[in-house]
Each structure stands twice: as C-alpha cells, then as structure tokens.
C-alpha cells in the first residue's frame, strides 16, 4: 500500500473514530484586582514604587514614612495571601504575594544598608522591580490552569 492510501484510511478511520470525553475547561479565576485590598496594594505599590525611584543617585537616608509604608505594604501583601488561602484558591497569586511580603522588608534593609552609590542605585533597582512586580502580578488578567 503506498503512503498516500495509508494517510486516507488512516484520515478517514481517525474521522469516523468516537471523539473522547468532553472535557469542560475550568473558569478562570476571578480577577480580585478590582478587590478593595488588592486595589490598595497596587496603588501603594505603585506610589512607592515612584519613591523609590527618587533615591536613586543620592545618598540621604531613607525616610522613616517610606520604611512604614513599605511595612504596611508587606503586611497587606500577607494579608492578601491569606485571603485567597481563606478562598481554597490554590493558584501562583497567592504564593507570589506572600513572597513579596516576605521579600520587601529584605529589599528594604538592603536599600538601608547600601554602603556605596552602586550598591544604593542596585538596591533601589531591586526595591523598584519587586514593587513593580506587586503591580503586574495582581493587575495580570487570570489564566486558567495549564
């Protein structure tokens, strides 16, 4: 038999075969940017974000307003990774925010500590894609699991 007759029987009997089991995708989660406290975090995010970009080059100390706010980002990041633990959500949202929270305090003590202008400018860097990153995590449109 030539390779063109297998390739039709074997398109004609693939054709006629029974399709399997439909399988429904599932939703997507919901997108809780719109969420008061996630709506809070990506605005705070962002405004220290602004911040923190204003340090770069210059060698004054870090202000006390800054650190807090810092703080109470990181604290409503945990808070936010404990809403969606409440919710049974299992997803990258809720690990990734905790990690932020467990991140911005270190980002912080690293951008307190800079003993020189380069160390000051890649603390400030780092500081800058971590609250970055706060913002795009929380504002991605959701996906459905792979």
């Given amino acids: 038999m030539s390779c063109s007759a297998a390739a039709l029987l074997s398109t004609l009997w693939l054709a006629t075969a029974p399709a399997g089991p439909a399988t429904a995708a599932p939703p997507p989660a919901a997108a809780v940017a719109i969420e008061p406290l996630f709506a809070d975090i990506v605005r705070r995010a962002g405004v220290l974000k602004a911040e923190v970009e204003a340090f770069k080059g210059k060698t004054a100390p870090i202000p006390?307003?800054?650190?807090?706010?810092?703080?109470?980002l990181a604290a409503l990041d945990m808070q936010a990774h404990r809403t969606l633990a409440e919710r049974n959500l299992d997803g990258d949202l809720k690990c990734i925010l905790r990690g932020?929270?467990?991140?911005?305090?270190l980002k912080l003590k690293a951008l307190e500590e800079a003993a020189t202008a380069s160390d000051r400018d890649l603390a400030v860097t780092d500081m800058g894609y971590l609250l970055n990153d706060n913002v795009e995590v929380i504002t991605a449109p959701p996906q459905a699991p792979v």
């Fill in 64 to 72: 006390a307003t800054f650190k807090q706010q810092v703080s109470e």
């Fill in 100 to 105: 932020i929270s467990e991140d911005l305090p």
